[in-house]
T-cell receptor, first 117, second 110 residues
């Protein structure tokens, strides 16, 4: 498919476990974003990559959250020692051109719903 | 503090009517504003982008206005259809990144 894909679609973790969420952006897209979406809320920015460089990680809520995009394509969001407040949908988006602003259309994946028990 | 506020109540309308959604913002000076549609269990889908120097933009049955003086965007769905039922999100430039409102859920009754 030509869209953004994410895996797994659903993840249940026990509190304290580490999780890894994967994002496959649209081929050739330079920009990659991770967002966290709580129930009934809009997506909240977590981090931004331009190719393999993580240019903005200001939205990561704690040092338990880590993201990488080592070859400038696939990205992984890792959450260590998960807590109940980490339960949310994690969305990945990609964009053809560089930049984080609202002048670029972002293509979103379906998200990974994380539930921490 | 910065805020993006969308209609707090869900919108229920009859098929064929026009749905009007509001997006108000404070302490932002966006150069662009976007509207997305999100269906349950899916990621947002881009609909329209409007620039600060554009008063209005249309795409098929959708119309967006952007008033930087009022700090408001209006999103209209004309001749609404049940397939238009979804949550609609506005998003704008905030601190060099896209900031989203909480969304307004629209239900169109046949």
């Amino acid at each position: 498919g030509a869209g953004v894909s994410q895996s797994p679609r659903y993840k249940v973790a026990k509190r304290g476990q580490d999780v890894a969420l994967r994002c496959d952006p649209i081929s050739g897209h330079v920009s990659l974003f991770w967002y966290q979406q709580a129930l009934g809320q809009g997506p909240e920015f977590l981090t931004y990559f331009q190719n393999e460089a993580q240019l903005d990680k200001s939205g990561l809520p704690s040092d338990r959250f880590f993201a990488e995009r080592p070859e400038g394509s696939v990205s992984t969001l890792k959450i260590q020692r998960t807590q109940q407040e980490d339960s949310a949908v994690y969305l990945c988006a990609s964009s053809l051109v560089p930049g984080q602003g609202a002048d670029n259309e972002q293509f979103f994946g379906p998200g990974t719903r994380l539930t921490v028990l | 503090s910065q805020k993006i506020e969308q209609n707090s109540e869900a919108l229920n309308i009859q098929e064929g009517k026009t749905a009007t959604l509001t997006c108000n913002y404070t302490n932002y000076s966006p150069a662009y504003l976007q509207w997305y549609r999100q269906d349950p269990g899916r990621g947002p889908v881009f609909l329209l982008l409007i620039r600060e120097n554009e008063k209005e933009k249309r795409k098929e049955r959708l119309k967006v206005t952007f008033d930087t003086t009022l700090k408001q965007s209006l999103f209209h769905i004309t001749a609404s259809q049940p397939a238009d039922s979804a949550t609609y999100l506005c998003a704008l430039d905030g601190d060099y990144k896209l900031s989203f409102g909480a969304g307004t859920t629209v239900t169109v009754r046949a």
